[in-house]
């Protein structure tokens, strides 16, 4: 059996085990698909806890370093694994303070390194800020397909109007007047799989409120709607701003699961923040039911 730890950022749920335990699992996509799984995943036993979770993170700390520095791996429920999770990375680092004690990192994700820092811990509960590198909206950089020689603003892909941006991972968002009279997992799909998107997309729908912005996410490998979606609350606020719904750079972003507070400077990387939550520590067979364990 190995240890691991369940957090989540604004309910963007993960499981975490340290790389070197990381290491009995054969297969690290197929423990995600087992034990992500809402119905009978981790916790499905446990009083109190949510089953499943969003995905899983292998952390590699080396806290040598100044400041300490934390490789993050995501493997998704899907068995896949993203080059970056806005709302992973602030675990990340809310996981590595507990652990160090320190409050500053540098997280070395697929997208690059990113700058964490852990602002306070009360009742269990963090701050954490990141640095989500400067969203981009060139086709190179999205990905979009060949076809395309201009970035992807406002056009109708599959069911939605949508701007595509890269945050870290491939980000579509379509701005509709209530994100909650949309039927999300009936119409993303086709936007997710659309062949503008050689990477595939994350769908994202957004709508203004009060001053800021609703959120309702279909995460790619999660193949779902998830109650947050870190880099996708830093594509709703650079796309708020490119379609000019508002000039601000500190912006509020709302998914179901909390607020996000968004800084999107007009030079240099935006900064996600919000809140962490640390759910509870068990341990996990590391060959599971599918590999025949789990006895
Ligand atoms: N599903 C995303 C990765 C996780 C992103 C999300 N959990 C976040 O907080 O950024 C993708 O495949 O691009």
């Not at 087992?34 to 981790?42: P, Q």
């Not at 400077?265 to 341990?283: N, Q, S």
């Given at each position: 059996?190995?240890?691991?730890?369940?957090?989540?950022?604004?309910?963007?749920?993960?499981?975490?085990?340290?790389?070197?335990?990381?290491?009995?699992?054969?297969?690290?996509?197929?423990?995600?698909?087992?034990?992500?799984?809402?119905?009978?995943?981790?916790?499905?036993?446990?009083?109190?806890?949510?089953?499943?979770?969003?995905g899983?993170?292998?952390?590699?700390?080396?806290?040598?370093?100044?400041?300490?520095?934390?490789?993050?791996?995501?493997?998704?429920?899907?068995?896949?694994?993203?080059a970056?999770?806005?709302?992973?990375?602030?675990?990340?680092?809310?996981?590595?303070?507990?652990?160090?004690?320190?409050?500053?990192?540098?997280?070395?994700?697929?997208?690059?390194?990113?700058?964490?820092?852990?602002?306070?811990?009360?009742?269990?509960?963090?701050?954490?800020?990141?640095?989500?590198?400067?969203?981009?909206?060139?086709?190179?950089?999205?990905?979009?397909?060949?076809?395309?020689?201009?970035?992807i603003?406002?056009?109708?892909?599959?069911?939605?109007?949508?701007?595509?941006?890269?945050?870290?991972?491939?980000?579509?968002?379509?701005?509709?007047?209530?994100?909650?009279?949309?039927?999300?997992?009936?119409?993303?799909?086709?936007?997710?799989?659309?062949?503008?998107?050689?990477?595939?997309?994350?769908?994202?729908?957004?709508?203004?409120?009060?001053?800021g912005?609703?959120?309702?996410?279909?995460?790619?490998?999660?193949?779902?709607?998830?109650?947050?979606?870190?880099?996708?609350?830093?594509?709703?606020?650079?796309?708020?701003?490119?379609?000019?719904?508002?000039?601000?750079?500190?912006?509020?972003?709302?998914?179901?699961?909390?607020?996000?507070?968004?800084?999107v400077?007009?030079?240099?990387?935006?900064?996600l923040?919000?809140?962490?939550?640390?759910?509870?520590?068990?341990?996990?067979?590391?060959?599971?039911?599918?590999?025949?364990?789990?006895?």
């Amino acid at each position: 059996m190995i240890p691991f730890e369940k957090y989540n950022g604004t309910d963007n749920d993960f499981v975490v085990i340290e790389a070197a335990d990381a290491t009995t699992i054969p297969n690290l996509s197929e423990f995600a698909v087992e034990h992500c799984d809402r119905s009978d995943g981790l916790g499905a036993d446990r009083e109190g806890a949510t089953t499943g979770a969003d995905g899983v993170l292998v952390l590699d700390v080396d806290a040598d370093a100044e400041p300490v520095r934390v490789e993050m791996t995501l493997y998704q429920p899907d068995g896949g694994t993203a080059a970056m999770c806005g709302n992973g990375a602030r675990v990340v680092a809310a996981w590595a303070h507990e652990r160090t004690g320190e409050t500053d990192f540098v997280i070395e994700t697929g997208a690059g390194d990113r700058a964490a820092t852990v602002e306070k811990a009360e009742s269990g509960e963090f701050v954490v800020s990141v640095e989500m590198g400067e969203p981009a909206f060139s086709p190179g950089d999205v990905p979009l397909a060949e076809s395309y020689d201009e970035p992807i603003i406002e056009e109708d892909i599959g069911e939605l109007t949508v701007t595509a941006v890269n945050t870290g991972v491939p980000h579509a968002v379509a701005f509709v007047e209530d994100v909650d009279a949309v039927e999300l997992d009936a119409v993303a799909p086709a936007t997710r799989h659309a062949d503008a998107f050689p990477e595939g997309a994350n769908v994202n729908l957004a709508a203004v409120d009060g001053d800021g912005f609703r959120q309702r996410t279909f995460e790619r490998g999660v193949e779902g709607e998830t109650k947050a979606c870190g880099t996708g609350a830093v594509a709703i606020a650079a796309v708020a701003r490119r379609l000019g719904h508002t000039d601000e750079d500190a912006i509020r972003v709302s998914p179901p699961g909390g607020d996000l507070d968004i800084r999107v400077p007009d030079e240099g990387p935006a900064i996600l923040r919000g809140p962490v939550a640390f759910e509870y520590a068990d341990r996990v067979d590391p060959l599971g039911d599918a590999l025949g364990g789990g006895f």
